[in-house]
C-alpha cells in the first residue's frame, strides 16, 4: 500500500520547513554573520554591511523554491524572460541561469556540469546549460535541492542558447514550454517585432493560466510590474554612484548583489532591500568610503563575471589602485526600467522584453560603453571574452579596436568561462591583468 | 547514366550578370529564394566555404566560433564575395546572427546587408510575424532595385522554386533507383544553392526521369545529419567504406525539402513553406520532433545507423545530440558523432571512426 499524502499535509509540511524552521534559521545566521568581522582586505573597502542580508534573500529564495512543489506551481525561466505574468499567477519562479552561477561561485560547476557532459552534453556549450542539465540530471546542487518545473519560459533576448537548453529541460520532464522570440534589434524594434513579441505575450497568458489552475488578475500583473520598474530604478541609481570619484562600490560588489534583480523581480522586498543598498551606498559616499582604498584608475567590465575568481580579479586590481567602477552586464538588468509601463504591461512588455542588450547589435553594445566611458570618466576597459557566451563575445575584438581608436582608452579582451575554470588560466590571466595595469600608467 | 554537366558557380553568377541581373550571396540556412529570384537577384548560398585561409575572420571573431562563419568573413574580407550585390544574412544561430551585426556595424562591406529574422516556432504568430518580415524585405529590394514585381511575378517565381523543390525531393527520396554515385548525387543535390530554380529543373529533371528500378544495393544503408555534407569526398570515402547514404538530415539537404504551399497570398506562402519544412534545430524544433522524424526516415529508408556530422562549435546541433542519440538507440539505431572543422578536409580521424561504426553496424545486421 502506498501512503498518499493530502494537499493540507503537503502545505504544512511547505509551512514547518520553510516558515516555522527555514527562514527564522536563516535570519539567526544574518545576526551571526553582522556580529562576525570580515578579513579586512589591504586593498578592498569591507564587504557592504548589507551582504548577510542578501545571502539570507537568495537562501530564502531557494528553501522556498526547495518545498515549492508542495504548494504552488513552479516555472523555470530564462534570465530576460517576462517573468511578471508567472508571478502574477503565483508560481514559484527559478532562473536557471541564477543557479548556476551561484554554482560558479561555489566552485561546484566542474562536478556538476560533469554529470551533463557524461550524458552527451558537449563542453562547447553555454557553462551555465551545462551546469543546470548537470543539476537537473544528478540531483546536485549547492543549494540543496531544485523543485521540478510545471512549466518553462524561455526568451530568445538573450540567446537561441536558452531555446535549445529549455527544449532539452522540456523533453526531460515533459512539461510546456513557452517560448518568447524576440527578433534581433539593430537600432530600434521594428513595429512587426513589437507587435510578434506582444502576440506571444497574450498568447502565453492562456497557457499559464491552464497550468497555474487559475486566472491572471489584470490589478495583479499591474502591481508586479510596478514592483519590477521600481527595483529596476533603484538598481539604476545604485550603478549611477558608481560616477562618484573615487566609487563607493564596485562592479564585483553589483554582482554579489544582482541576484534578487534578476531572480526576486515583483516583489515588496525587492523593492525594499535595493532601497537599503542605495542609502548605504550614499552614506558610503558621505563618509568618503571607496570600493578600492587607493583608487587610482576606473575601468569598465563587459560581459559575464567569471564567477569562481570574483575575489582573485577584485584582489588583483585593487593591489594597483584599479577599480571597476561600471559594467554592461550589471546595466542589463537597470537600463530597461524606463521602458516599463505598469499601467500597460502587455505591449510595453512587448518593447521592454525586446530591447535587451544581448537582443542588440554590436554597434549599439560598443555606444553604450563609450558612453559609460565618458560618464564614469573611465581609464579603460576589460572584455571578457566568455567561451561560453557566443552572444555577448561576437563583436568584442571590434569593440576593443574602436575603444582605442575613437574613445582613446585601452582595452583588454580576456580570455575565459563565466562558469567553467577548466577554460580560466589563471597564471595567464593574472599576467594580462598585470601588463594591462601596467600600460594605464600612473 | 553519365555524370550529369552541372554549370560552375562562377560561370552561373558571371551569366546572371551578364544579362543585367544581380547576384546576392546568402548565408545558411532558411530564406526565401522566391522572393529574390522575383526581383532577377540569383541566391548564391556561402556554406563557409571550406578549406580557405581562415586568419583575415580571425582579426573579427574569437577562435571558439564555428568555421562556417569564420570562413564566410575571411572570404568576403579577401574580396572573393565582390561579386555579390547583396550579402543576405539568416538569424539562423547565435553566431550568425553576431556575424550579421558586425558586418553592419564595423565591417561595412561595400554591399548592402540584408538580415533576415526567422522565427523559432511555427505558430500563427510566428506565421504573421515571417509574412511581415518578407514583405519588409521586398520594400527594401524595391529600394534597392527599383523595381516592383507583382503579385504575379512573385507567385510565378514561387512556382519555379516549387517545381524545382519537388525535384529536389525526389532526388532524396528516389535516391535508390538514381544511376549515380553518391558523390554525384551530393553534388546534384547541392547545385541547388547556385543554380537557378529553372536551370535545376532541367538538370535534376533529366536525372529523374532516367531512373530506373534498380537491384537494392548490398552496401550498408546509414543516414547523415548535421549542418552540411563537407567536403563531398565524405560520399567517396562512404562508398569505398561499403556504406550507403539512404537518406540525410542535413540542413544544406534534407532540411530544405519544402513542400508546395497552399496560401494564395505569395508572401503567407513563402513564409508557411519554412515554417512547415522538416524538423531542424535552428528553427527551434522540438527534441521529440527531431527524434521522431528521424526515426521515421531510418524506419523508411532501412538506414541502420546514424552518423552525426556536425562542424565543430554548432550549438544547435549539438544541445540535440544526448535526446536524439538516446532516443534513436531505444529505436535500435545506433548513432556516431563526428566533429569536424570545414578548413580540415576529410580527416584521417574522421575516416577512422565512419570506418569503425559501418563496420560494427555491418556487424549488428
Ligand atoms: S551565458 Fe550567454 S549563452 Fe549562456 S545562457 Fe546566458 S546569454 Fe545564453
Ligand atoms: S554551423 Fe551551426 S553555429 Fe555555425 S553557422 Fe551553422 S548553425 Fe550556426
Redesign the interface.
Known amino acids: 500500500m502506498t501512503y498518499q499524502r493530502t494537499p493540507t499535509q503537503d502545505t504544512l509540511r511547505y509551512q514547518w520547513n520553510v516558515n516555522v524552521i527555514g527562514k527564522p534559521a536563516l535570519r539567526l545566521n544574518r545576526w551571526l554573520a553582522q556580529l562576525r568581522q570580515p578579513k579586512p582586505s589591504p586593498y578592498l573597502a569591507p564587504p557592504l554591511n548589507i551582504t548577510p542580508r542578501t545571502k539570507e534573500l537568495i537562501a530564502r529564495h531557494y528553501l522556498e523554491g526547495r518545498y515549492a512543489n508542495l504548494h504552488r506551481k513552479v516555472a523555470w525561466v530564462t534570465s530576460g524572460a517576462p517573468a511578471e505574468i508567472l508571478k502574477a499567477l503565483n508560481f514559484y519562479v527559478l532562473y536557471p541561469e541564477n543557479h548556476a552561477a551561484l554554482c560558479g561561485a561555489a566552485r561546484t560547476v566542474v562536478d556538476i556540469a560533469t554529470e551533463a557532459e557524461n550524458?552527451?552534453?558537449?563542453r562547447?556549450?553555454?557553462s551555465y546549460?551545462r551546469t543546470d542539465i548537470g543539476a537537473l540530471l544528478s540531483g546536485k546542487t549547492p543549494v540543496g535541492k531544485l523543485p521540478k518545473p510545471d512549466l518553462l519560459m524561455a526568451c530568445?533576448n538573450i540567446?537561441?542558447?536558452v531555446?535549445?537548453?529549455y527544449?532539452?529541460v522540456?523533453?526531460h520532464f515533459r512539461i510546456p514550454?513557452i517560448?518568447i522570440?524576440t527578433?534581433?534589434v539593430?537600432t530600434t524594434a521594428?513595429d512587426?517585432?513589437i507587435?510578434?513579441v506582444w502576440?506571444?505575450l497574450d498568447?502565453a497568458v492562456p497557457i499559464a493560466e491552464r497550468v497555474a489552475g487559475d486566472f491572471l488578475s489584470s490589478r495583479k500583473l499591474e502591481q508586479v510590474t510596478r514592483l519590477s520598474k521600481l527595483a529596476a530604478e533603484l538598481w539604476m541609481q545604485i550603478i549611477e554612484r558608481g560616477k562618484h570619484r573615487p566609487a563607493p562600490i564596485s562592479v564585483f560588489d553589483q554582482f554579489i548583489h544582482m541576484a534578487p534583480i534578476v531572480e526576486m523581480r515583483g516583489e515588496a522586498y525587492t523593492v525594499d532591500f535595493y532601497a537599503a543598498l542605495l542609502k548605504e551606498v550614499e552614506q558610503r559616499i558621505a563618509k568618503g568610503i571607496s570600493a578600492v582604498k587607493q583608487e587610482r584608475k576606473r575601468l569598465l567590465w563587459d560581459n559575464l563575471p567569471i564567477w569562481y575568481r570574483l575575489r582573485f580579479i577584485a584582489e588583483k586590481l585593487g593591489a594597483h589602485g584599479v577599480a571597476l567602477v561600471v559594467s554592461t552586464y550589471t546595466n542589463a538588468w537597470a537600463e530597461l526600467a524606463p521602458m516599463f509601463d505598469p499601467k500597460n504591461p502587455m505591449a510595453s512588455g512587448a518593447r521592454t522584453y525586446l530591447h535587451a542588450i544581448l537582443n542588440r547589435?554590436?554597434?549599439y553594445k560598443?555606444a553604450m560603453m563609450q558612453k559609460m566611458i565618458a560618464d564614469y570618466q573611465l581609464d579603460g576597459a576589460i572584455l571578457h571574452?566568455d567561451?561560453s557566451c557566443?552572444?555577448y563575445?561576437?563583436?568584442?575584438?571590434?569593440q576593443r579596436d574602436?575603444l582605442l581608436r575613437e574613445s582613446g582608452v585601452p582595452a583588454l579582451l580576456l580570455?575565459a568561462d563565466h562558469g567553467d575554470p577548466r577554460a580560466f588560466a589563471e597564471e595567464q590571466v593574472a599576467n594580462r591583468l598585470e601588463a594591462f595595469v601596467e600600460m594605464l600608467g600612473e | 547514366m553519365e555524370t550529369p554537366v552541372i554549370p560552375h558557380r562562377l560561370e552561373i553568377i558571371h551569366a546572371h550578370k551578364a544579362h543585367g541581373g544581380w547576384v546576392a550571396a546568402v548565408l545558411p540556412i532558411h530564406y526565401p529564394r522566391a522572393l529574390f529570384r522575383a526581383f532577377d537577384i540569383l541566391p548564391v548560398e556561402v556554406w563557409g566555404p571550406p578549406r580557405i585561409d581562415p586568419t583575415l575572420g580571425s582579426?573579427?571573431?574569437?577562435p571558439?566560433?564555428c568555421s562556417i562563419v569564420r570562413n564566410a568573413l575571411a572570404y568576403l574580407l579577401d574580396g572573393r564575395l565582390n561579386v555579390a550585390d547583396f550579402i543576405v544574412v539568416p538569424?539562423t544561430?547565435?553566431?550568425l546572427?553576431?556575424?550579421?551585426?558586425?558586418l553592419?556595424?564595423?565591417?561595412k562591406p561595400t554591399q548592402p546587408v540584408l538580415?533576415i529574422?526567422l522565427?523559432?516556432?511555427k505558430?500563427l504568430?510566428?506565421l504573421?510575424?515571417l509574412t511581415?518580415?518578407f514583405k519588409?524585405l521586398y520594400r527594401t529590394l524595391a529600394e534597392l532595385t527599383h523595381r516592383e514585381p507583382s503579385p504575379a511575378d512573385l507567385m510565378a517565381a514561387i512556382e519555379r522554386e516549387e517545381q524545382a523543390d519537388d525535384l529536389l525531393a525526389q532526388l532524396h527520396h528516389g535516391r535508390r533507383n538514381l544511376a549515380l554515385s553518391q558523390t554525384d548525387l551530393y553534388r546534384l543535390i547541392r547545385s541547388r544553392e547556385y543554380l537557378p530554380a529553372e536551370t535545376f529543373v532541367e538538370i535534376a529533371g533529366a536525372v529523374v526521369q532516367s531512373a530506373r528500378s534498380l537491384p537494392p544495393p548490398n552496401d550498408i544503408p546509414i543516414m547523415l545529419s548535421g549542418i552540411v555534407p563537407e567536403p563531398l569526398t565524405l560520399f567517396d570515402a562512404l562508398t569505398q567504406l561499403n556504406a550507403y547514404v539512404a537518406a540525410d538530415d542535413f540542413a544544406a539537404c534534407g532540411r530544405r525539402l519544402y513542400e508546395r504551399g497552399s496560401r494564395a497570398d505569395p508572401f503567407e506562402r513563402m513564409a508557411e513553406r519554412i515554417l512547415l519544412a522538416p524538423p531542424d534545430?535552428t528553427r527551434?524544433s522540438?527534441?521529440?520532433d527531431r527524434l521522431d522524424h528521424l526515426t521515421t526516415l531510418a524506419q523508411t529508408t532501412g538506414a541502420r545507423g546514424i552518423v552525426f556530422y556536425d562542424v565543430?562549435?554548432c550549438?544547435?546541433e549539438?544541445?540535440?545530440?544526448?535526446?536524439l542519440?538516446?532516443g534513436l538507440q531505444r529505436a535500435n539505431l545506433p548513432s556516431v558523432v563526428i566533429e569536424f572543422d570545414l578548413n580540415d578536409g576529410l580527416t584521417q580521424q574522421t575516416q577512422t571512426r565512419l570506418e569503425a561504426f559501418i563496420e560494427m553496424i555491418g556487424g549488428t545486421q
Not at chain 1, 550524458?119 to 558537449?122: E, I, K, L, R
Not at chain 2, 546572427?97 to 558586425?102: E, L
Not at chain 2, 549539438?318 to 535526446?323: A, D, H, N, T
Open positions: 550524458a552527451g552534453y558537449s562547447d556549450l553555454c546549460a530568445t540567446c537561441q542558447t531555446l535549445f537548453w527544449q532539452a522540456a523533453h514550454l517560448l522570440d527578433p534581433f539593430y521594428s512587426q517585432a507587435n510578434y502576440r506571444q498568447a547589435g554590436t554597434g560598443l571574452s567561451r557566443k552572444p563575445s561576437i563583436g568584442q575584438m571590434d574602436r580570455e | 582579426a573579427h571573431l574569437q571558439y566560433v538569424h544561430c547565435d553566431s546572427q553576431g556575424f550579421a551585426s558586425i553592419i556595424d564595423f565591417v538580415p529574422y522565427p523559432r516556432g505558430r504568430s510566428d504573421i510575424f511581415d518580415e519588409a534545430s527551434g522540438s527534441m521529440q565543430k562549435f550549438e544547435p549539438l544541445f540535440y545530440l544526448p535526446v542519440r538516446e
